[in-house]
């Protein structure tokens, strides 16, 4: 684990919550999507999303 300071910490927490936000909303647009090319780019991304969030967990 990395020695961040408060500031540091809470930055990473609000780009923490703004990509699981992200993930979620893209997950509703996929299912919302009836074209399934545009589902799948949607899918994707909030894939992206997930991992980027676990990604910075680990670095806590």
Do not use: W
């Amino acid at each position: 684990m990395a020695n961040f300071n408060q500031m540091e910490l809470s930055s990473i927490r609000e780009v923490v919550s703004c990509h699981i936000t992200t993930a979620s909303k893209l997950g509703a647009y996929a299912n919302q999507c009836q074209d399934p090319q545009i589902k799948q780019m949607f899918q994707q991304a909030a894939t992206e999303a997930q991992r980027s969030v676990q990604k910075l967990v680990q670095m806590l």
